[in-house]
């Protein structure tokens, strides 16, 4: 079955710490991998996706079909970081089923 | 730049009533979506629609719900007797493409039943 799992509910770290959210991923096809991030009241948006390979406002992550993660990292956080963040696979049904994990709270502290 | 827009941001309907939320696209995709998301719970697929028809659905998805494009811009769905555990945000989204284009969300309609 397919599942995504990030651990941590809540991630505190003050403003120039490194942020690493953590995503593992369960799925026996071949994984496409998503962050998603969803700023206070605003919708959810696509932060960024494996097979880009890109960095958004500072933001990677590199996916590890080794250890079956896709960890999200920054190494400088900024306040305007603080959002819930959310970790999805994309199911191989041509569509975008996505599965998500229940999300990482962040919250950079000045 | 467009966004997807649903209406209303929050619903409040009393168990076996029936709702419909409602969803404008961008103008130009193709792909339409439902999703879920239990207070406090992950966010779950319900639905993929493509070309007038459900193209896939999840279990959540029973005989209870159902979408519809009604015209050219809106995207609804409708839940026909609703229960208490249906009480959730749902999210609409889009896309312009198949497997590879990114979804865009809709700011969710927040639904409650009492």
């Known amino acids: 079955a397919q599942r995504v799992t990030q651990p941590e509910k809540l991630l505190s770290v003050f403003k120039g710490a490194p942020v690493e959210l953590k995503c593992n991923y369960s799925?026996?096809?071949?994984?496409?991998l998503f962050w998603y991030v969803q700023y206070s009241r605003q919708r959810l948006q696509l932060l960024l996706r494996h097979i880009s390979r890109e960095s958004i406002k500072g933001f990677t992550a590199d996916l590890n079909k080794g250890e079956t993660s896709f960890h999200l990292k920054k190494p400088f956080a900024q306040e305007e970081d603080s959002a819930m963040y959310y970790c999805a696979l994309r199911v191989d049904t041509g569509f975008q089923k996505l599965v998500f994990g229940t999300g990482t709270r962040l919250l950079v502290s000045p | 730049e467009p966004e997807v827009t649903q209406t209303p941001s929050h619903q409040v309907t009393q168990m076996g009533q029936e709702v419909i939320l409602r969803c404008v696209p961008i103008?130009?995709?193709?792909?339409f979506y439902w999703y879920r998301q239990i207070l406090g719970q992950k966010v779950e697929f319900l639905v993929s629609f493509y070309n007038n028809e459900i193209s896939e659905k999840s279990e959540i998805f029973d005989d209870q719900f159902s979408v519809e494009r009604p015209d050219g811009s809106n995207f609804t769905l409708k839940i026909r007797s609703t229960k208490l555990e249906d009480s959730a945000m749902y999210f609409c989204?889009?896309?312009?493409?198949?497997?590879?284009?990114?979804?865009?969300f809709g700011n969710g309609t927040r639904l409650t039943v009492t």
């Open positions: 799925y026996s096809g071949s994984p496409e």
């Open positions: 103008s130009n995709h193709l792909y």
């Open positions: 989204a889009s896309s312009g493409g198949k497997g590879g284009s990114p979804l865009h």
